[in-house]
């Protein structure tokens, strides 16, 4: 296993993240327990979890499982959570303010019977509260010792930007990583988010790295999914919808050339998709998610694959998501772009 630096931090963990969003729902705690195991033997230091997950059962799945653990085994673990989403039904339930924040976090650090989380993130962005006001009840957090490490979800390029320079600007903590969706089939956030993230030293932590089952090789041409897969029980199943992307020609240029990197490799298309994103830029951490044992197996098979740099290009080729011509397209990048000439 390797491990990397989270973000520009001192923090290190593994390059491969245990994700834990299908525990206690699609997962059980028994088999919870059996991937949390599985991850730490295999040299995984690094589980991300947040309290909406299981409407907070996940939070508690991986409090019960750091409590009947021995020291020595959870110490080396940084956890990871997240807070934004509704977690009850009144009006100040959700959202980025002091208020709720300090709920959330309050009560995401019961669930997971911790005094201090490693990395707490925020979402999503949440456009009725001043990002001030997150910010300073985070950096406030940290120096009450009840988090280390401050991290953003799902923020598009200008709202991470803002974050970072109102952080800068008031003296308050800066945020070290950013978690977004990204995989061979969601490459939108290299036009504006990662050069955003390498520019001022946040770490990516890809979440769907497979595009929801897609890259494994599961879904078929011409053949709805059916039986015990998440597009099988829901094939309408947000940005993963099988109408959506299987009525796209890239989906499956995509899906045939990670089959034929597979096949050359030896290795599973999973392991394939995931080598690949762990080699983009910025990123420091890609988020598994296994509903049993044997896909994270699967998935924990990257950690040792290194793609050639032809392979490497094919699968570039194949998922480019084509941009316009401006202003990210070729042309626009032509145009802020800069060489020095002149002399002899």
């Known amino acids: 296993m390797e491990y990397r630096n989270l973000g520009r931090s001192g923090c290190a963990v593994s390059a491969l993240c ?38 907070g059962r996940s939070e508690e799945i991986v409090g019960r499982w750091i409590a009947d653990r021995p020291a020595d085994v ?19 339930d959700a959202g980025l303010s002091r208020r709720h924040l300090d709920r959330a976090l309050t ?17 999503s962005w949440d456009p009725l509260t001043p990002v001030e006001e997150t910010l300073q009840f985070l950096s406030d957090a940290v120096h009450q010792g009840r988090i280390h490490y401050v991290g953003l979800s799902n923020f598009t390029g200008w709202q991470l930007q803002k974050a970072v320079d109102t952080a800068d600007f008031r003296g308050l903590v ?8 990204y995989s061979l089939l969601s490459r939108e956030i290299e036009w504006e988010i990662t050069p955003a993230c390498e520019s001022e030293g946040l770490g990516l932590l890809p979440w769907s790295p497979l595009g929801g089952g897609w890259l494994t090789g599961k879904y078929r041409r011409d053949e709805r999914p059916t039986g015990a897969t998440r597009l099988g029980e829901n094939p309408d199943r947000g940005v993963e919808a099988y109408d959506r992307r299987a009525a796209m020609a890239r989906t499956w240029a995509v899906v045939d050339e990670v089959q034929a990197v597979a096949e050359e490799t030896g290795a599973t298309m999973a392991q394939v998709a995931l080598a690949w994103l762990l080699d983009r830029p910025a990123v420091t951490s890609v988020i598994l998610g296994a509903r049993t044992v044997e896909q994270l197996d699967d998935n924990l098979g990257s950690a040792d694959l290194r793609l050639t740099a032809e392979q490497t290009a094919r699968l570039d080729k194949a998922s480019d998501p084509g941009a316009a011509d401006y202003p990210y397209g070729v042309p626009g990048v032509d145009q802020r772009s800069r060489r020095i000439e002149g002399g002899r």
């Open 174 to 181: 800066r945020p070290v990583t950013l978690q977004p969706q």
């Open 107 to 123: 009560a995401s650090l019961r669930r997971l019977g911790v005094d201090s989380i490693d990395l707490y993130q925020v979402h």
């Open 74 to 92: 959870t110490e080396q673990v940084v956890i990871a959570t997240k807070g934004r989403f509704p977690m009850g039904p009144g009006p100040n």
């Open 18 to 55: 245990l994700g834990t969003m299908t525990f206690g729902s699609e997962s059980d705690e028994k088999t919870a327990f059996a991937q949390l195991d599985r991850f730490v033997e295999a040299g995984g230091t690094f589980i991300d979890t947040a309290d909406v997950y299981s409407g």
